[in-house]
């Protein structure tokens, strides 16, 4: 009974700090001027939780007159995280309350992962975070080498980020063939899952990532193997390699501690969070038309649930080398479409998505169930 008591007390913390979303907005950020940007570079969700944008190590050049992105993978990661920290600090955070961090790191040199995995392993000694590393083809700024976003939480106060269970990327490069490895995966995350008293159908978030040229012979190119369908939001991407020049196959997985709500492969819901994932390769042969009927149907699926505290939180973009070109109308659409304050957002190229038709697909957390 006692258990049964705080949950609900739980749950009613939850539903209180829905409206409590606010745009992180640093009065020190000399790097270049964001206010006319359609994300925020991050967000609060109440209860001493955050999550921040993909940083790059970018920045204002005067002499130049645009935005340009210097030095070497360390240099960079270095840049990334001084940006990282002045947005946590405005919030009232540290580096020290960084749960999660993903890394998305552009195909290169093995020894390029194993430098970047020490030197963020020396900047966050004092949290320790999960750490999720996505190989992508190219970043949207191309001469960017790593985007780098977190999640903070800062307060043993329930919140939404505290009901969230990150997993670490999961490869399993030694297990063979890339079903083997597929197979081997999900059984690592079911044990770990198990661990914590989960199990598998405990996630509400999987991102598959399946390297191209292993899958080149497969009778379908959407192979993959069905890890979480009836529970989790689910995305899979095709990319040139993993960290572990070796592996075929990796999965990024958030599970929740409390039961999932409504899920359907596109949308999960869990407390105090909807997890999304939408591709639209039927309304347009551009990405500005696909990001539109994306957005819209996104909004469309919000609005149906029913609460008007609801609001999008953060937005992942993942866009196929052909709509790199068209890629800056997608700003357009989200200024047009998205209410303020902006969601977090990551955009990133990827080699191609799980519809050979699709040139975007928008991976979305919402408040709210």
């Not at 979303?21 to 001493?48: E, M, N, Q």
Request: glycine share 6%; proline share 6%.
């Amino acid at each position: 009974m006692a258990e049964g008591k705080g949950s609900r007390r739980c749950l009613s913390e939850l539903r209180k700090q829905r409206h409590m979303v606010r745009a992180i907005v640093p009065r020190h950020y000399p790097w270049l001027d964001f206010a006319r940007s359609t994300f925020s570079l991050g967000v609060t969700l109440g209860g001493g939780a955050a999550i921040l944008s993909g940083h790059t190590a970018s920045e204002y050049d005067p002499e130049l007159h645009r935005i340009v992105v210097r030095g070497s993978l360390e240099e960079q990661t270095r840049t990334t995280f001084k940006k990282v920290q002045a947005v946590l600090e405005e919030a009232g955070l540290t580096l020290a309350d960084v749960v999660q961090v993903v890394e998305y790191v552009c195909a290169g040199p093995t020894e390029r992962y194993f430098e970047m995995e020490s030197l963020c392993a020396e900047i966050l000694v004092a949290s320790r975070p999960i750490v999720n590393t996505v190989v992508v083809s190219s970043l949207v700024r191309s001469d960017a080498l790593i985007e780098i976003e977190v999640v903070a939480n800062g307060r043993a106060s329930p919140n939404p980020i505290s009901q969230l269970v990150f997993l670490p990327s999961l490869r399993a490069p030694m297990a063979g063939d890339f079903h083997s490895q597929a197979a081997a995966v999900v059984e690592r995350a079911d044990k770990l899952l198990r661990d914590l008293g989960l199990s598998l159908n405990n996630i509400t978030r999987c991102l598959q990532l399946c390297v191209v040229d292993a899958i080149a012979n497969e009778p379908s190119r959407q192979f993959v193997p069905e890890l979480m369908p009836e529970t989790a939001a689910s995305t899979l991407l095709y990319v040139k390699r993993l960290p572990d020049p070796t592996a075929l196959f990796q999965a990024d997985l958030i599970a929740s501690r409390h039961p999932l709500g409504t899920s359907d492969g596109h949308a999960s819901t869990t407390s105090g969070l909807t997890f999304f994932s939408q591709m639209a390769p039927g309304s347009g042969p551009n990405v500005s038309d696909q990001a539109t009927r994306i957005y819209s149907d996104l909004l469309r699926a919000i609005s149906s649930r029913g609460n008007a505290n609801r609001k999008v939180i953060k937005t992942v973009e993942y866009i196929t080398p052909v709509a790199v070109d068209g890629y800056r109308s997608v700003s357009d659409i989200r200024r047009q479409l998205l209410p303020m304050p902006f969601p977090v957002a990551t955009g990133v190229v990827v080699e191609a998505l799980s519809d050979p038709a699709a040139q975007i697909c928008v991976e979305a957390w919402a408040t709210g169930q």
